[in-house]
T-cell receptor, first 116, second 111 residues
Framework: GAVVSQHPSRVICKSGTSVKIECRSL??????MFWYRQFPKQSLMLMATSNEGSKATYEQGVEKDKFLINHASLTLSTLTVTSAHPEDSSFYIC????????????FGNGTRLTVT | SQQGEEDPQALSIQEGENATMNCSYK?????LQWYRQNSGRGLVHLIL?????REKHSGRLRVTLDTSKKSSSLLITASRAADTASYFCATVNTGGFKTIFGAGTRLFVKA
């Protein structure tokens, strides 16, 4: 089945530093990937849609300069949290579809970011 | 949540009992999906039901969809301790491509 790999699974960084999270589709090509954020015991909040070869589409209230998304190939999207602050601490999850827009999402295992 | 609500927020049952979770959404949809999430992990797709379908089965899972009420339910029969997880409904809007998640139900199955 379709596999999405996300790395790292956990990262701890200091305030003011930047952190890059990678999301790879291992056995399929993904022209579109989706980045979600999840707070403890809450639902997934869509942050942005990552489009291969073009700019990402951000949801309302998500700062594009804070959360930089690059989708340089059909199998890799990256999310960089720039100048991280403690309030950016969260669980970030990427996902992609392997076929039509109506097909289910395949998720990475998520990245637990802790900013100290 | 960005799309709708789920109830109950949390559910605790004994192994062997059935678990029912409900989901409501706000807009017209192409399909509704149910996902499972173990603590600290990504989500796993369970079942997808299209807007023109009313009921779907997969193993011990039964999903219903009522588009007139904009609601869906997920029934897990003969629950097992391994079913302990959070369950989320998610929708793709008519004409859209984004998947929006409900608030989720945390299920705890006691052995």
């Amino acid at each position: 089945g379709a596999v999405v790999s996300q790395h790292p699974s956990r990262v701890i960084c200091k305030s003011g530093t930047s952190v890059k999270i990678e999301c790879r589709s291992l056995d399929f090509q993904a022209t579109t990937m989706f980045w979600y954020r999840q707070f403890p015991k809450q639902s997934l909040m869509l942050m942005a849609t990552s489009n291969e070869g073009s700019k990402a589409t951000y949801e309302q209230g998500v700062e594009k300069d804070k959360f930089l998304i690059n989708h340089a190939s059909l199998t890799l999207s990256t999310l960089t949290v720039t100048s991280a602050h403690p309030e950016d601490s969260s669980f970030y999850i990427c996902s992609a579809r392997d076929s039509s827009d109506n097909s289910p999402l395949h998720f990475g295992n998520g990245t637990r970011l802790t900013v100290t | 949540s960005q799309q709708g609500e789920e109830d109950p927020q949390a559910l605790s049952i004994q192994e062997g009992e059935n678990a029912t979770m409900n989901c409501s959404y706000k807009t017209s949809i192409n399909n509704l999906q149910w996902y499972r999430q173990n603590s600290g992990r990504g989500l796993v797709h369970l079942i997808l039901i299209r807007s023109n379908e009313r009921e779907k089965h997969s193993g011990r899972l039964r999903v219903t969809l009522d588009t007139s009420k904009k609601s869906s339910s997920l029934l897990i029969t003969a629950s097992r301790a391994a079913d302990t997880a959070s369950y989320f409904c998610a929708t793709v809007n008519t004409g859209g491509f984004k998947t929006i998640f409900g608030a989720g139900t945390r299920l705890f199955v006691k052995a």
